[in-house]
């Protein structure tokens, strides 16, 4: 009887750990979710048929994404030989505001960075190259995008760039007038037209360009003091205002500076807000 009794409990006991393991198996296996595809921001080049490229950040998540600047360069690239040599640096001849900035990305949002490769690589020898982009911003500056890039070189961007239309003072000091001059393409546009139109004792300290090269601060020293009368410091903004907007076409606002400080006093003009387009600058009443 003890042997019965011993068996039948033996049967059950099996039984009671056969139904924990298949429910252990059902746990683990048959019910978990399927494994969802991370979201991020991301980044992407891409050269166009033009020679000019553009660089676009998006949001992939559902939630809004906040983008930190150290400083007021968005975008960096470099151009790359065939042996991986750097032969170009787009902030190698700028200048950038050092101040902290940030951008909110709503979800599926994009940012598009043009790169304004037929200006910027005038001066890089013709051949065959490796474009390399990144986002300045913290969060970004590790996803750099790469493309093969073929720079047809000076003897094609350049030729039309040697020419440019600039602006001076007419004779009697009432309006501004284009004139031509003949620049060096390979060397900084920005300086070149300041060296050209400047005929007063006035010189560029330095400069720069930022928010996708819309804005333009020039930064001038106390040859300022040099400008005089109202019909003077008017024609003197007008030369300066219409020779950059005549050949920087993505320039909205031109900001002056005196030895890095604003607003930057004349005599009888105190300049507190940039210039725009839509203004001539050279009558006070303008």
């Known amino acids: 009887m003890k042997k019965v009794i011993w068996s039948a409990f033996s049967i059950f006991i099996i039984l009671m750990l056969a139904s ?3 429910n252990n198996s059902d746990t683990t296996t048959g019910n978990d979710p399927e494994p969802q595809e991370d979201k991020n921001v991301t980044t992407k080049l891409e050269v166009k048929e ?6 676009t950040i998006k949001n992939e998540t559902a939630e809004e994404t906040t983008l930190t600047y150290p400083s007021g360069q968005e975008i960096e690239y470099q151009l790359l030989d065939e042996e991986d040599n750097i032969v170009f640096t787009y902030s190698a001849n700028k200048v950038f505001i050092l101040k902290i900035s940030e951008k909110v990305l709503q979800p599926n949002e994009e940012i598009v960075i043009l790169l304004d490769l037929q200006t910027e690589l005038v001066g ?3 051949g065959s190259y490796k474009l390399v982009a990144w986002s300045t911003a913290e969060e970004l500056s590790e996803q750099k995008q790469e493309e093969a890039y073929e720079w047809m070189g000076n003897e094609i961007a350049g030729e039309s760039n040697e020419t440019i239309t600039v602006y001076r003072g007419d004779a009697n000091a009432e309006f501004v007038e284009p004139y031509e001059v003949t620049i060096d393409p390979t060397e900084d546009l920005v300086p070149q037209i300041f060296e050209e139109i400047m005929v007063l004792e006035v ?9 996708n090269n819309t804005e333009l601060f020039l930064n001038m020293d106390s040859g300022l003091d040099n400008v005089q009368g109202s019909a003077g410091e008017n024609i003197f903004i007008g030369t300066i205002v219409r020779s950059y907007f005549e ?17 930057v006093e004349l005599a009888h003009i105190v300049v507190t807000d940039p210039f725009t387009r839509d203004k001539v600058y050279t009558n006070p009443n303008n």
Do not use: K, M, Q
Request: net charge negative; with cysteine; glycine share 10%.
């Open 124 to 126: 890089v020898p013709a």
């Open 20 to 22: 924990c393991g298949t």
């Open 203 to 211: 010189g560029l300290i330095d400069y720069r360009l930022e928010n």
């Open 247 to 263: 050949n920087f076409p993505d320039l909205e606002e031109i900001y002056f500076e005196e030895e890095g400080n604003s607003p």
């Open 50 to 55: 033009d020679g000019n490229a553009s660089f």
